[in-house]
């Protein structure tokens, strides 16, 4: 069983769509996460959830809308997709001590 | 901005111990250090952590110095697998809404 799992993997989209990406936790979880990794392989932390409910936002342009329905899933929607948006976006989720991140989405805006 | 700092990249041959440092100078007490790796694009895998105590599991083992300004990850026996980017990172842990912060991390190359 994936404990982090995320869809799509890979999603090319022209610059001005709609997208969204999903994720889920099987772990039981309190706390989620949208991570982003750029082309300099920086991983910057976007958002973070913990039972619904945002805990941290990093700054991060209000084209990016994470949802979270409920505990075991964090969505990120991002309305009016730039070429700076292309990155690889990492979702994650943490417990007590412990972060588990899922495999990632490959984000790549023409 | 992260708190700690590592070389940018380190090389170990196949079947020896690979030791990554780690410079944590302004570590608060409540802190623990997290170790995760990076292998190409696939998403950061937990190691190990500690807060004051060395700690081994079946992956590595993570010794802290005394003062708690610096930490070393211990790989026993290095294998080409390992060969991955590698991360210290301090954070509160989530049960105090952290939120880890990745620096550079280190580049290790496994080479034959």
């Known amino acids: 069983d994936t404990a982090v799992s995320q869809t799509p993997k890979y999603l090319v989209t022209q610059m001005g769509n709609d997208k969204s990406i999903k994720c889920e936790q099987n772990l039981g979880h309190d706390t989620m996460y949208w991570y982003k990794q750029d082309s300099k392989k920086f991983l910057k932390i976007m958002f973070s959830y913990n039972n619904k409910e945002l805990i941290i936002n990093e700054t991060v342009p209000n084209r990016f809308s994470p949802k979270s329905p409920d505990k075991a899933h964090l969505n990120l929607h991002i309305n009016s997709l730039e070429l700076g948006d292309s990155a690889v976006y990492f979702c994650?989720?943490?417990?007590?001590?412990?972060?588990?991140f899922g495999s990632g989405t490959r984000l790549t805006v023409v | 901005d992260a708190k700690t700092t590592q070389p940018t990249s380190m090389d170990c041959a196949e079947g020896r111990a690979a030791n990554l440092p780690c410079n944590h100078s302004?570590?608060?007490?409540?802190?623990?250090v997290y170790w995760y790796r990076q292998i190409h694009s696939q998403g950061p895998q937990y190691i190990i952590h500690?807060?004051?105590n060395n700690e081994t599991n079946e992956m590595a083992s993570l010794i802290i110095t005394e003062d708690r300004k610096s930490s070393t990850l211990i790989l026993p026996h290095a294998t080409l697998r390992d060969t991955a980017v590698y991360y210290c990172i301090v954070d509160l842990g989530s049960g105090n809404t952290g939120k880890l912060i990745f620096g550079q991390g280190t580049t290790l190359q496994v080479k034959p």
């Open positions: 302004t570590i608060s007490g409540n802190e623990y």
């Open positions: 994650a989720s943490s417990q007590a001590l412990g972060y588990t």
């Open positions: 500690g807060l004051k």
